[in-house]
């Protein structure tokens, strides 16, 4: 049987999907910051941020460093620009189509035919 490999944008979307973990990727934005420093602002356990932190470490998005008993996570720039870009380029989609919309909503307007 054929098993389905979710794609890397799949699982950045699903990592991003929970709150917890969005706010450990807007923490992450600002630098590099240790599971502590993570934890500290959120309403969970140590093991519950960890086990986020591994839904983000397995969607590429956020990395992970040990030095000595401190774990430093830091955000994986490439995983979050390849998000940035399939947002945009849904973004244009739907601004040309906006654009065009308009374009004919301007062309069949009522009141400019009457004048």
Do not use: N
């Not at 917890?20 to 590099?32: F, H, T």
């Not at 140590?46 to 470490?57: C, F, P, R, T, Y």
């Amino acid at each position: 049987m054929l098993q389905y490999q979710p794609a890397p944008l799949d699982l950045a979307f699903q990592a991003l999907s929970d709150p917890g973990r969005r706010a450990m990727v807007e923490r992450l934005s600002q630098g590099p910051a240790s599971v502590s420093d993570l934890a500290r602002p959120l309403p969970m356990t140590l093991s519950a941020v960890a086990q986020h932190l591994k839904v983000l470490e397995a969607a590429g998005l956020v990395r992970s460093e040990k030095v000595g008993r401190v774990r430093t996570c830091a955000l994986e720039i490439q995983a979050m620009t390849q998000v940035e870009r399939w947002i945009a380029e849904r973004k244009r989609f739907w601004e040309q189509q906006y654009d065009q919309l308009e374009a004919y909503l301007a062309k069949t307007d009522p009141e400019e035919t009457q004048t």
